[in-house]
DNA sequence: TAGTGCTGTGAGAACGATCTCACATGGTCC
DNA sequence: GGACCATGTGAGATCGTTCTCACAGCACTA
């Protein structure tokens, strides 16, 4: 025997006027008379009445829901943030956000996609899509998309973050400290679903302005030291992949002085190698995060592209909104600015590199 | 112009019937002719009906929501787990989840706990509640509530993890090791509340079981190798406290030869404390964490007190639905094992340790 | 005086489901 | 042959909002 809480209804009879003038009052709209508005306020307190979404959203059509669909929450912190950052924005403006872990499984993606659909949420925003297909479906059923760090399909928003920027400051500051073996960890690119679009991924990016800088370096560019792996781990964690490949790469007869990693989770794990391998970092080996999540965390702090996890989440809202309010509004992209955090994890090259 | 799709009304349209009974077909109750029953599933298909749960909600006064309050999900990898095993397990059932980030703040559990009943969730757990007041309100519009590792109140549920047990594995393993001056960096029990109950708190158990097993031992107790604090550190992460604990603690003539952090990320800023202090890990300084969250991923990779944070979040959800079914079942305690993993921060005692 | 506009209010129709009731059939039992 | 039950279907109320429309009073204008 469920308590039904106080409806516009119970209001009304106690004010002792109609829903309307009730609904009139709550929303600041139309002409009401000052005497009646203090009358409903009141009975609105002495009821203890909170309106039910469900039965607005029913009339309205608009559930004041936003779903973000990401590949899994406690496989990095990154996702965390950005989500923690939409949610904030969502609140601020009167939205809920459902969260769906996709698990780069398209078929869990299309389930999540449908959950999304049946409970009406105004807009969804992805972090990251997997498969063109479940956009297709939510803009066929007139739903906003807003996708971070992905690049946008023809009626999609996107929230991107500026890696070529990103990459060349961290190569900036390993170049400027002598370094000249600089090894590369990152995400391969055709790993990446990036659906429906051509344009260079953010994987390409970063290898690519990773290559660029060490022709205009003059350095000669050498495959060995560079890994193209998953990256975002589901099963054991991306730290894995890290060890992993930093142990090939001290393995090499001509070992990296430096290593830049694709986030720090990796960076964690190239830790760990290093110091099985008796490495001192940032003695022996320099090493760059990226993400800036669990820099600050690691053993010695790490030096880390740091991404605008906050504005990323915001500005992704925006959008959102923006369609929300507007569904015509004019597809954008909005591209934000990493910055490099400098901390303990590089230092000169060693004198004693080898070559 | 937002196209409506398609609507319980289309399907009964489409195969020629009335609404009650595509409803009848829907949910597979009452009596329906075989040859009606393919015309009506025919036609879902044919017009593509998902059904509308805001719509189902009105009418059946639930959600099919749950709300997740926790504390703050980015601060902790505990709470991502946690809200995930929920989450999973909700999914289920058919049900979603809405998480709700009050950081110890008891304005803002108000204020999620508000929106918990506007939205009419059917039931809300809580990854810890701040203020009894909160969970009085839940009560009081007659939500099941379901508190993780919180001791209930009289009319909530709980779902707990034995301390106690948790802490005297992490114990025996180390005096097994011949450690004797053992610190223990913990949550001051002071800082945690407890809305409404006087029964010994988490940390409480934790402390006394430590202190116990000292005793047991025939060890003096040192208060100085006692360090209680926040240890759920929102503004700088609460690696900064075991940093500033470890530090502290290595600056005693006569230092602890063990260290038993109360969680990982905490552990993780001894880790930096015990390098910048030129301590090796184990070899000077054994280590034991708390939750096993990041443990595997810190170097060395730490020994820690496992918390069985799936079943803490599957359990937690079958209590609150077992409420929701049935309003009246009588509140129950379920009290869940955690289990010591043992990895490599924990080794002998150093045979030239003082004393 | 009739028309026009502003102010203030209420009746009642949506929104899209669920669910109660009423009412057909046709067969079985006494 | 009437009572009873199992089967199959539809009409329409209901959930708690929002929102359109109608209308009443009053002041002002032409």
Do not use: W
């Not at 009141?42 to 608009?62: D, F, I, W």
């Not at 939205?95 to 009406?120: A, M, P």
């Not at 600089?182 to 990036?194: E, K, N, T």
């Amino acid at each position: 025997m469920k308590l039904r809480s106080a409806t516009l209804m119970d209001v009304a009879r106690e004010a002792g006027v109609s829903k309307a003038t009730v609904a009139r009052v709550l929303s600041a709209s139309g002409y009401v008379g000052e005497e009646t508005r203090q009358r409903v306020e009141a009975a609105v307190k002495s009821v203890g009445y909170r309106p039910n979404v469900m039965a607005r959203g029913l009339r309205t059509q608009r559930s004041l829901t936003i779903g973000h669909l990401l590949i899994e929450i406690t496989s990095n912190p990154f996702f965390a943030h950005v989500a923690r950052a939409v949610e904030r924005e969502a609140l601020a403006n009167g939205y809920k956000t459902f969260l769906f872990n996709h698990n780069k499984n398209s078929e869990q993606e299309r389930f999540g996609v449908e959950r999304f659909i049946e409970r009406q949420v105004d807009a969804v925003i992805f972090t990251y899509p997997v498969d063109a297909a479940s956009i297709a479906m939510l803009r066929a059923a007139d739903m906003p998309v807003v996708q971070i760090e992905r690049q946008r399909t023809s009626d999609t928003h996107a929230v991107l973050v500026d890696n070529v920027a990103g990459i060349e400051a961290a190569m900036a500051h390993l170049l400027q400290l002598g370094h000249r073996r600089i090894a590369f960890i990152g995400g391969d690119p055709a790993l990446f679903p990036h659906p429906g679009v051509r344009a260079r991924s953010l994987e390409e990016d970063r290898l690519h302005t990773y290559l660029d800088a060490l022709r205009r370096a003059g350095i000669a560019i050498d495959p060995d030291l560079v890994r193209l792996g998953e990256y975002v781990r589901l099963e054991d964690g991306s730290d894995v992949e890290g060890y992993g490949h930093a142990k090939a790469l001290f393995a090499l007869k001509d070992r990296p002085t430096a290593i830049i990693a694709g986030c720090d989770v990796l960076a964690g794990g190239i830790l760990r190698a290093a110091y099985e391998a008796h490495l001192r970092v940032p003695d022996d080996l320099s090493l760059v995060g990226f993400d800036d999540t669990i820099a600050g965390q690691l053993t010695p702090r790490l030096t880390s592209v740091a991404q605008p996890m906050a504005d990323l989440g915001l500005t992704a809202f925006q959008l959102a909104l923006a369609s929300i309010e507007d569904p015509d509004i004019a597809p954008r992209t909005v591209t934000l600015a990493p910055s490099l955090v400098i901390r303990d994890s590089t230092g000169p090259v060693p004198v004693r590199a080898t070559r």
